[in-house]
């Protein structure tokens, strides 16, 4: 969320809210859970779910922790290195490079991360679980699997050859 007075310079998307009643002798007490990406359109980005008894607050805890938790993702162009799958819990997504001009193919949360992080062309499918959680934290840690030809080369002290 923006500051008073002053323009925030990320982009900030909210993935889901989920409201959780308990109950209790004198009723239900409901709490709701916020699921936010925040990224700054330049390959750094964070996500984060964060809970609270009232929706706005569980709203600007998550873009809080999120700013917070924000990784430097690489970008080759407006797209990734090279593919990637990344895995949480029962989520998997598959991440592809594509060439410019092909716009952004994902679905749900994957979009609002990838969108957030300034990826413009990209393929992605979501396998298993479609839940909205755990594919925002898969396509992150796919994500920051990600490393250049460059890192890679330096890494492992050879001499790399770039492909395409």
Do not use: W
């Not at 895995?87 to 060439?99: G, M, N, R």
């Amino acid at each position: 969320m923006a500051q008073t007075g002053q323009q925030s310079k990320f982009i900030e998307k909210l993935i889901s809210i989920n409201r959780v009643a308990k109950v209790h002798k004198g009723g239900k007490r409901l709490s709701f859970g916020a699921l936010t990406v925040i990224g700054d359109g330049q390959g750094r980005v964070g996500v984060a779910l964060e809970k609270a008894n009232e929706a706005a607050d569980a709203i600007r805890k998550s873009f809080l922790k999120a700013q917070r938790a924000m990784v430097a993702i690489p970008l080759k162009g407006g797209t990734i290195p090279h593919d990637v799958l990344g895995e949480f819990d029962a989520s998997k997504v598959l991440l592809k490079p594509a060439s410019p001009g092909t716009g952004l193919i994902a679905g749900g949360a994957v979009r609002a991360v990838c969108e957030a992080a300034g990826i413009r062309d990209i393929l992605t499918k979501s396998l298993g679980s479609t839940n909205a959680v755990n594919l925002a934290k898969a396509t992150l840690k796919g994500l920051m699997t990600l490393q250049t030809y460059e890192a890679f080369q330096q890494r492992r002290k050879l001499i790399v050859e770039e492909i395409g």
